[in-house]
């Protein structure tokens, strides 16, 4: 299993620029998350998934936006890109919610935009 | 309100332990923990749920006070692969919404 994949690995956007982050993740997970961390801080969630069809906001959901139209790809779409969306994403999934709600992160993409 | 952990920063020497804690100010359903090492992604650890039930590493202990909101993660006899930012990871429901403190960074050193 390859786990759960991003692409691109890093990505230089110019104020006003759009782009979607891809995720996907071949282990069956129904929960899909997408996270921003920024240097020397924690996690914010921006968008999570309970399943295909079935989006909802997160705490930073403001200039991002997402679908899932299947289990296995969730991406992430930015548009007119902000130097405030600098820093670096994280696809996570897990499971289900409860005992089995442990997220398995994908290697993160790192954006610029200057 | 993202949960609050102490402390900041912690330098040990191999084979020492140490203490990590996370509080929150809202009842809690689960705790997870996630370690993450420089320039890589989070790496999950363990997770505590509400009523005593636990999974994660066997080598990784943390305990979950329900009445005061806290969790506890400990690191003992610390190896030098310890070392990286550890950060607890908190919901209120069991739908899998994580709100995460801003971390504790961990270096271990020969």
């Known amino acids: 299993n390859a786990g759960v994949t991003q692409t691109p690995k890093f990505r230089i956007l110019k104020i006003g620029q759009s782009m979607t982050l891809q995720c996907t993740q071949d282990?069956?997970?129904?929960?899909m998350y997408w996270y921003r961390q920024d240097p020397g801080m924690g996690l914010k969630l921006i968008y999570y998934?309970?399943?295909?069809?079935?989006?909802d906001k997160g705490e930073v959901p403001n200039g991002y936006n997402v679908s899932r139209s299947t289990t296995e790809d969730f991406p992430l779409r930015l548009e007119l890109a902000a130097p405030s969306q600098t820093s670096v994403y994280f696809c996570?999934?897990?499971?289900?919610?409860?005992?089995?709600?442990?997220?398995?992160f994908g290697p993160g993409t790192r954006l610029t935009v200057t | 309100q993202q949960p609050v952990q102490s402390p900041q920063a912690v330098i040990l020497r191999e084979g020492e332990d140490a203490v990590i804690n996370c509080s929150s100010s809202k009842a809690l359903y689960s705790v997870h923990w996630y370690r993450q090492k420089h320039g890589e992604a989070p790496v999950f650890l363990m997770i505590?749920?509400?009523?005593?039930e636990q999974k994660g590493h066997e080598k990784i202990s943390a305990s979950f006070n329900e009445k005061k909101q806290q969790s506890s993660l400990y690191l003992t006899a610390s190896q030098l692969s310890y070392s990286g930012t550890y950060f607890c990871g908190t919901e209120s429901h069991s739908w899998g919404k994580l709100q995460f403190g801003a971390g504790t960074q961990v270096v271990v050193t020969p």
């Open positions: 996570a999934s897990s499971y289900e919610g409860g005992k089995d709600s442990e997220q398995y």
């Open positions: 282990m069956n997970h129904n929960y």
């Open positions: 998934s309970v399943g295909a069809g079935i989006t």
């Open positions: 505590l749920l509400k009523g005593g």
